[in-house]
């Protein structure tokens, strides 16, 4: 994939509004320039001025009222109106014509769907894991839904790593695991539900009293999963092991998958607001973002 070229000349034009330039000028100051000055040169600012209006209404829950456009973007409404006219012509901004009011045009929905085309999510995910690894220096892992329950399908080792019975490929216990009770938190229960059902029948043969025993108990452990908008866990997959699962969603509210991060305790904080917690959070955050999600859902059932 070649650089993209940039057209010096137009810079020029955008850049002095006082004052025609003949062709030959623009050319010979553009080949003039300095590396150092085409690197720290400014940008188009009518551009980034306008495009305050564009931010506002990808912002706003509903179709605006001028005057409240222009305020929220930081303007005066005949300014605003000039931006707005050239933003109709161009599809990004479409205008009631009985109410007034201005949305976002089609012409966004192009943009945005294209953008969305051109995402790797997973490969996105694995390039950010691999820096946030190296910042914390705890083994984190990506894990999705799979026929058998939440599978791991990535896995990057701290700089002490433990020694965990993990593979790629390995599914992941609903009741014990960060990455199976967030799954289990934000799938529909459809998906779930046989899988819970079956590891809790597992359990009424077993000795393990930190586990959640019934739904109810199980449920309420989702309830938590979901205020926190994550998944903990402490010693409850192996002894001594802490561990969170981020959500990341799509723009349509689904799961898509699991950040996950773990260290043996004495090495790891699993502290909300910590900053494992943060970094994690931050990172599947802004992941979704890409993916075009707003705002995080709550269970499908």
């Not at 940008?43 to 009222?65: D, H, K, P, Y």
């Not at 075009?292 to 709550?298: D, M, N, S, V, Y």
Request: charged letters at 20%.
């Amino acid at each position: 994939m070649t650089a993209p070229e940039h057209d010096n000349t137009t810079d020029h034009d955008s850049l002095h509004d006082h004052g025609a330039r003949n062709e030959s000028d623009e050319s010979n100051e553009g080949s003039a320039a300095a590396p150092d000055e085409e690197k720290t040169r400014s940008g188009i600012q009518s551009i980034e001025v306008g495009f305050r209006l564009i931010e506002v209404l990808t912002e706003a829950s509903n179709a605006m009222m001028l005057r409240d456009l222009a305020h929220a973007a930081g303007m005066n409404p005949a300014k605003a109106h000039r931006y707005l006219v050239s933003f109709q012509r161009l599809g990004l901004i479409v205008q009631d014509p009985v109410s007034g009011r201005y949305d976002l045009g089609p012409f966004t929905l192009r943009m945005g769907l294209a953008h969305l085309a051109r995402i790797d999510a997973f490969k996105a995910a694995r390039f950010a894991l691999t820096e946030l690894r190296d910042a914390i220096d705890q083994t984190v892992g990506i894990a999705v839904w799979g026929n058998q329950g939440p599978t791991v399908v990535h896995w990057l080792e701290s700089t002490f790593p433990m020694r965990v019975p993990l593979r790629l490929g390995d599914v992941m216990p609903m009741l014990e695991s960060a990455a199976g009770r967030l799954f289990a938190a934000y799938l529909p229960a459809r998906q779930t539900a046989p899988l819970i059902d079956a590891a809790l029948a597992d359990l009424q043969h077993a000795s393990r009293h930190h586990l959640p025993a019934t739904r109810a108990q199980y449920d309420a452990v989702l309830d938590d999963v979901r205020a926190h908008r994550a998944s903990r866990v402490e010693g409850t997959v192996l002894p001594s092991v802490n561990a969170f699962c981020m959500p990341v969603f799509d723009a349509t509210g689904q799961l898509v998958m699991g950040l996950m991060a773990l260290g043996p305790e004495s090495r790891f904080d699993a502290s909300w607001g910590g900053p494992i917690d943060t970094a994690l959070r931050t990172l599947a955050q802004n992941l979704s973002a890409d993916l075009g999600h707003a705002h995080a859902p709550g269970n499908r059932r």
